[in-house]
């Protein structure tokens, strides 16, 4: 399996941005592909954003299509989440996550998950 370390979150205001980023250890990191998903108290988590293996093929939450980017760098083994124009309600902690096959979201394809950054925008 691989080890997923998320940074980057914080508190910022309402229309404001944030870049989280996903290290990963492992010299396979090419070969899985990579998510983020968010859990919001009181909620169950939900799908933002996966790509694929080569960052070839990305797929969003409605939610955050238009405001988020998902990208990656295989030679350093990162993931990133860019968010813009934050709103309120994307107050969560946001969590990366491996599998080994491409996923359009399933939360049940990723079997690797990092330990989450909360991310918390006020108005």
């Known amino acids: 399996q691989v080890q997923l370390v998320e940074s980057g979150g914080g508190l910022v205001q309402a229309g404001g941005s944030l870049k989280l980023s996903c290290a990963a250890s492992?010299?396979?990191?090419?070969?899985?592909?990579m998510g983020w998903f968010r859990q919001a108290p009181g909620k169950e988590r939900e799908f933002v954003a996966t790509i694929s293996r080569s960052g070839g093929r990305t797929n969003y939450a409605d939610s955050g299509k238009g405001r988020f980017t998902i990208s990656r760098d295989n030679a350093n083994n990162m993931v990133y989440l860019q968010m813009n124009s934050l709103k309120p309600e994307d107050t969560a902690v946001y969590y990366c996550?491996?599998?080994?096959?491409?996923?359009?979201?399933?939360?049940?394809?990723?079997?690797?998950w990092g330990q989450g950054t909360q991310v918390t925008v006020f108005s």
């Open positions: 492992g010299r396979t990191f090419s070969s899985y592909t």
């Open positions: 996550a491996a599998g080994s096959y491409w996923s359009a979201g399933a939360s049940s394809d990723f079997g690797s």
